[in-house]
């Protein structure tokens, strides 16, 4: 019997034109912004940076087989170095009424770095939990992720257990959904390459892996960093958004969020996290009458789900619905 | 040299708390190896069970707090045994990654529904014991500090005793070790596994009320740091070693506390996930446990 | 793809008359600061409404609960601003979940102003950002001279929690103001809320052998460590701040808070007709209970917006905004509101104490 959390291997078909074709839809929204109403283009922001946390999060859960309950912490580095260079660099190397080319450009920088630091933060994680399986590397990455969260609570000049404040608002829906798509590319290429099955076969059976000569722990470090990067910039792209950010924003719970978006679309099913990333994010906001139930809700899910259809709400076989073909099992 | 020795009582008594809830981590790790995540919200539900309970017995008596201790740790013991039967039987032969999240599910439903049925906003325990702070030499003792630490050594004790001494408790030790030798020894595995959980349980409502006793607030989300330090304690100990749970969860304690009474005290949280960093890095079985090798 | 659909058709039909938003914590950890301050508010708009409403319009709250919880308030901001076309906002209590939700008000041109946070960062964030009660750098000063100059506390240990922007800034004045004054600061020690567990930094406190400890937190906190410090052996009072005043304050803390003062905005015991008829009428509208500080400021909130949208003749925010800036001589139930240049008011404070259970009141500071 497959195990299952065995990845399907969805391919979205031709991934270039997709990613162009996201970027132009990118732009279309942005143009169309003005006549969108506010609070339905903030709820399509936050879907997006949902959705870049939890693609970066299913290729370390999904595909590497590394269980991380720290994701928040990655993000919160990424946010606060972004934010911390906007706030402290910014009036420096932006003069006022630069062109929104330059505030643009300077806007991808601060992300950029934030990830950067986000993967450096996931290098730190990533070496020491090598040997580790299972509960255990839960745990660590669950205290790395809370260990960063202390951190950020006693740094004061990026504003310490109060949050930092005025960020300016850079975060557009062009950005996150540029971002998202750029996301889910790179990641998807890197899966279907040659290099990328390293990463399935790292997960389906480590030892197997090592005894045919695969660097095994390259690949886990490769994971941790790459979904650590991404991860900081859905941390810069949203502390760019809410304008403000504190240590208790990216704790624990917040990171049980993203596995529990990952869990749900199916681990390794790109298109079902993307869908339970969005689905996840509107829920709150139309269950917010019964706001307190939500979590009740979704916890009950996540055990119904475990016991009755561990593979997730999502997976289905996409190219199933393009053209017939014998799914790989 | 007198704060010291404060502080040291300080850390034994917040330590014997983690060492109740330790133990019950470990002893489900032993048996079933997989972390119950949902154990540090057994521990709430216990001060919960103890705050309706308290209002039944006359408030400061021996006996009625006594009681109260009873009815909490049969309580959860029944809590325990129940969410084993629905939500971990079924999963019993699926992947660790699987049992896990019903796990973290568990927990998240348990503090939830908590916060639908108690309200999010801390309630206040009732003093259930006789309260008196005495002194000796300069250390001001309470008798609840005194309480929590005399508890904790006699349950650790009795827990022994059981694992070592009863048929019950061999049993759980062979499922420990091999669950399909036991079963063939004529072992009824799920027995032996609800007894675990019930038992770890029960010691979980204990940790809860004696946690209640000493900081009266209780809200529907206490069990989360507690847990994760407790759970850390476990593995300092050895996961799986009784007698390791207990001396993780003095340790722990004591570090804890003298940190926070230092200048570094906003950094108290991190010591226990620093701890539970090294500890698995550099020697993973922890002090008292043992290391096993993985067979392909 | 329904949820989705189900969103974009979800807009509220507009509703006649002036809507008002409301963000407060009605549940989570400070629950008793939310409900009171939502009371008081609501009071002070049914009154307006039975009266006529305000430029001949009814006045209708919408109400949002940010759960005490950090990142709900500036959502909930935004979604009263956008969905339900607020031309105010009321709140919030607590001065971090404020700091969330100013920029998105200020950033959307709505006037906002908060009943009872008391950083002085909050109304930093923008000139729409009002306040209706005495911000900390006064708080503080208060405490510091009535430890120096009422109790004659030579040493005074400060215990602060750090993850509250109150908490931070109430001792920093705190601190200021003490030591100015030639008082001694032999040890400071910090929690973070949710802690249960002060024994450790009670007892490094303890060691210093200090006249009083000043715990500028809120009261779930600050009834504990009055309990573990009684537990202790430590028998100096404690001080604190506005955060301490909620009834869970003496179930918590029980007799161990007796003998402790804090300072707040009002007393229900002060003497003043308007005080006297406020209470009474609070007492009608919700089952007879007392209102403290912060409902009071959620009333006189309500009733400096509704004055401020009457002078401006209109509910376009720049001139609700220039209304409010202008607020001279309103005379409210925590006192006469004179919004300055800083967009603060300018108010006395209360000193209060417990007595055989009962909150009690002590003196009154002016500015």
């Not at chain 2, 034994?12 to 190896?33: D, E, F, K, N, P």
């Not at chain 2, 906003?266 to 067979?295: H, N, V």
Request: proline letters at 4%; hydrophobic letters at 50%; aromatic letters at 10%.
């Amino acid at each position: 019997m497959a195990s299952p959390t065995t990845p399907k291997r969805n391919v979205i078909p031709r991934p270039h034109l997709s990613l162009v074709a996201a970027l132009i839809l990118a732009f279309v929204f942005s143009s169309l912004s003005g006549t969108i109403d506010p609070y339905f283009l903030d709820v399509l922001t936050s879907a997006g940076i949902a959705v870049i946390l939890a693609i970066s999060l299913n290729l370390v859960m999904g595909f590497a087989g590394q269980f991380s309950l720290g994701h928040a912490g990655f993000m919160s580095v990424g946010a606060y170095l972004s934010a911390g260079i906007s706030i402290y660099l910014g009036p420096h190397i932006l003069a006022s009424g630069s062109s929104a080319f330059v505030q643009g450009a300077f806007f991808f920088g601060a992300l950029v770095l934030g990830g950067l630091a986000a993967a450096f933060a996931g290098l730190l994680v990533g070496v020491p939990s090598l040997r580790l399986k299972g509960d255990y590397l839960a745990l660590v990455t669950l205290g790395f992720g809370e260990i960063i969260r202390v951190i950020f609570q006693n740094l004061e000049p990026l504003g310490g257990a109060l949050g930092l404040n005025g960020i300016p608002p850079y975060t557009t829906i062009f950005w996150v959904i540029a971002w998202a798509a750029i996301t889910i590319f790179v990641i998807h290429c890197l899966i279907h390459s040659t290099y990328g099955r390293g990463f399935l076969a790292t997960h389906d059976d480590e030892i197997a892996a090592e005894a045919i000569g695969l660097n095994t722990t390259r690949y886990k470090i490769t994971a941790f960093v790459i979904g650590a990067f991404f991860a900081g910039i859905a941390g810069g792209l949203y502390g760019h958004f809410k304008l403000t950010i504190m240590p208790t924003g990216f704790d624990f719970t917040k990171s049980i969020e993203i596995v529990v978006m990952v869990i749900l679309g199916g681990m390794g099913n790109t298109v079902g996290v993307i869908l339970a990333a969005i689905l996840l994010t509107i829920l709150p906001e139309v269950l917010r009458p019964i706001a307190e139930y939500r979590m009740v809700i979704y916890s009950f899910l996540l055990i119904v789900l475990m016991i009755s259809r561990p593979q997730g709400l999502f997976n289905f076989s996409f190219s199933r619905l393009l053209k017939p073909r014998r799914s790989q099992n | 040299m007198n704060e010291f020795l404060q502080q040291l009582l300080n850390g034994l008594s917040l330590g014997a708390i983690y060492a109740l809830i330790a133990l019950g981590y470990t002893m489900v790790y032993g048996v079933l190896r997989f972390i119950n995540f949902a154990h540090a919200d057994v521990f709430m539900v216990g001060s919960f069970i103890g705050y309706y309970a308290g209002r039944l017995v006359p408030e400061g008596t021996l006996w009625g707090g006594l009681a109260v201790l009873c009815i909490a740790m049969i309580g959860c013991a029944l809590l325990g045994m129940l969410i084993e039967r629905l939500a971990y039987r079924p999963l019993r032969n699926a992947p660790t990654l699987n049992v896990l999240i019903t796990a973290i599910g568990v927990s998240l439903l348990l503090e939830y529904t908590g916060q639908v049925f108690f309200g999010a906003a801390p309630r206040t325990f009732p003093a259930i014991f006789p309260m008196q702070t005495f002194t000796v030499g300069g250390l001001i003792l309470s008798t609840n500090q005194i309480f929590v630490i005399v508890v904790s050594a006699l349950l650790v004790v009795a827990l022994q005793f059981i694992v070592h001494r009863t048929k019950i408790g061999t049993a759980m030790r062979a499922v420990s070790l091999n669950p399909k030798a036991a079963a063939l020894m004529g072992v009824n595995n799920n027995v032996v596994i609800s007894f675990t959980f019930g038992l770890g349980s029960a010691l979980a409502g204990a940790g809860g009320i004696l946690y209640a006793l000493n900081y009266p607030s209780i809200d529907p989300l206490m069990g989360v740091m507690p847990g994760l330090k407790a759970f850390t304690a476990a593995i300092l100990g050895g996961i799986g070693n009784i007698p390791g749970a207990a001396l993780g969860g003095l340790l722990l304690g004591t570090v804890e506390t003298f940190v926070a009474g230092s200048e570094w005290s906003t950094y108290k949280d991190a010591i226990a996930f620093t701890i539970l960093i090294i500890i698995l890095l550099f020697r993973p079985a922890g002090l008292l446990g043992r290391l096993t090798t993985e067979k392909v | 793809m329904i949820a989705i659909l189900g969103l974009a058709a979800c807009s509220k039909p507009q509703a006649e008359g002036i809507q008002i938003g409301e963000i407060a914590s009605l549940t989570g950890k400070e629950a008793a600061f939310g409900q009171a301050s939502h009371k008081g508010t609501l009071l002070a708009i049914e009154e307006l409404n039975a009266a006529g409403g305000v430029l001949g319009q009814q006045l209708y709250l919408t109400t949002e609960d940010n759960q005490s919880k950090a990142g709900e308030s500036a959502t909930a901001a935004r979604k009263l601003i956008s969905r339900t076309k607020v031309v105010a906002l009321l709140g919030e209590v607590a001065s971090s979940r404020s700091l969330e939700m100013a920029p998105v008000a200020q950033a959307a041109k709505i006037p906002m102003i908060s009943p009872s946070s008391t950083n002085p960062s909050v109304t930093e964030t923008g000139d729409y950002i009002f306040r209706v009660c005495f911000i900390d750098p006064f708080q503080g000063t208060v405490m510091a001279k009535f430890a120096k100059d009422t109790l004659k506390a030579k040493k005074v240990a400060v215990l602060s929690s750090v993850s509250s922007a109150y908490s931070v800034g109430l001792a920093k004045y705190f601190k200021e103001t003490y030591l100015a004054d030639g008082g001694v600061i032999p040890v400071e020690q910090k929690y973070a809320e949710g802690d249960k567990d002060f024994k450790a930094q009670l007892t490094a406190i303890k060691a210093a052998n200090v006249d009083a400890i000043f715990v500028p937190g809120y009261y779930t906190e600050a009834a504990l460590i009055c309990k573990q410090a009684r537990e202790l052996g430590i028998t100096v009072p404690l001080l604190g701040g506005d955060g301490w005043e909620a009834p869970q304050l003496i179930e918590i803390g029980g007799t161990a808070v007796e003998g402790s003062f804090y300072s707040t905005h009002y007393s229900p015991e002060n003497k003043t007709p308007a005080v006297e008829e406020f209470v009474k009428k609070f007492q009608a509208r919700w089952d007879g209970q007392i209102p403290d500080a912060m409902a009071a400021l959620g009333y006189d909130s309500a009733l400096v917006l509704a004055d401020a949208i009457k002078r401006a003749g209109s509910t376009e925010g720049s001139k609700i905004r220039d209304a409010l800036a202008a607020t001279d001589a309103f005379v409210g139930v925590t006192g006469r509101t004179q919004i300055d240049a800083g967009r603060n008011a300018a108010k006395s404070a209360v000193i209060i104490t417990v007595e055989n259970g009962q909150f009690k009141f002590v003196g009154e500071v002016s500015p």
